[in-house]
């Protein structure tokens, strides 16, 4: 009997202190409600900017130890000058921009929080990819080169985007949000049998992966893409090249696409359709930049 009581005030105990835990995550999310200054999305983000700096400098340091850069002067040059213009007309403080190139087949880019941008080798093979020629006609002709500074624009642009927007941040938020809410379920679920909490906790992964966690991802890939495109539009370069350039960067995979809901990415047909939505703002934004670049430097 002792045993029994033993481990009933344990358990309470367990519940009591993820009862507090919640408590205090809701509490900080009434206070950390921050809005995106050029969408006017409202999100939650428990992390500093330094937080999210001190990590995103760790993986870049590890990256650049472990992954080698490009030897090729052109790819690199041209990472190198499309983020620097990109990066003047952010308005954010807080960031310490690099751009690098890396030797690498992978057709991706990325930028890790606090400003380090990698730009993969591979991804420059969407830019010149001369099956699109076709669609020329669809643009008046504007885009007669399909490797040019505007489409890269598109692509640093965005994931310049998901730093200021502080996207990293936000993830990891919610990432603390749905552990803890996992961890209050399992000791809710203490008196059950093993077989039946695991069941139930295998069920409550699915759901906030699926209900949760992948829509946050797609909702950060939509913004990005719209901050990018402002942001390419303010440093000179048309953004009518990110609608091109994601046209074709669609039209370069093979396969079956992953269905929407399962992904952390929107399937192209709706991201082009988002991004032709906003365009009117970010050709208006074009028409007041300072210096206009057009399509930039052709390679």
Not at 43 to 67: D, K, P, V
């Amino acid at each position: 009997m002792q045993g029994i009581s033993m481990r009933n005030h344990s358990g309470r105990r367990r519940r009591v202190l993820a009862v507090a835990a919640l408590a205090a995550l809701v509490a900080a999310a009434v206070v950390s409600c921050v809005t995106e200054p050029e969408t006017g999305r409202r999100r939650l983000i428990l992390t500093s900017m330094s937080q999210e700096a001190s990590l995103g400098q760790q993986s870049w340091t590890e990256l650049t130890q472990s992954q080698p850069l490009s030897r090729d002067q052109v790819k690199t040059a041209a990472v190198q000058r499309v983020g620097t213009a990109l990066s003047q007309v952010v308005k954010q403080s807080g960031f310490e921009w690099e751009f690098k190139c890396f030797a690498s087949d992978e057709m991706n880019a990325f930028c890790l929080p606090g400003g380090k941008v990698g730009v993969y080798e591979g991804l420059f093979k969407a830019f010149a990819n001369d099956a699109e020629m076709a669609k020329v006609g669809v643009y008046e002709g504007l885009f007669k080169a399909f490797a040019n500074d505007a489409e890269m624009a598109a692509v640093v642009g965005h994931e310049i985007a998901h730093a200021t927007a502080r996207h990293g941040g936000e993830r990891m938020t919610y990432a603390m949000a749905v552990g803890l809410a996992g961890l209050g379920l399992n000791m809710a679920l203490d008196s059950k049998a093993s077989e039946n909490r695991e069941l139930w906790m295998a069920a409550y992964a699915g759901v906030t992966t699926v209900g949760v966690i992948l829509p946050y991802s797609r909702v950060h890939e939509y913004e990005a893409d719209e901050i990018g495109a402002l942001y390419m539009a303010r440093a000179g370069y048309d953004p009518r090249a990110a609608v091109a350039f994601w046209e074709k960067f669609a039209a370069s995979k093979s396969g079956a696409a992953v269905p929407e809901l399962l992904s952390t990415h929107p399937v192209d047909a709706n991201r082009v359709a988002r991004l032709k939505q906003v365009m009117p703002r970010a050709l208006a934004e074009y028409e007041k930049a300072p210096q206009r670049r057009g399509l930039g430097v052709v390679y």
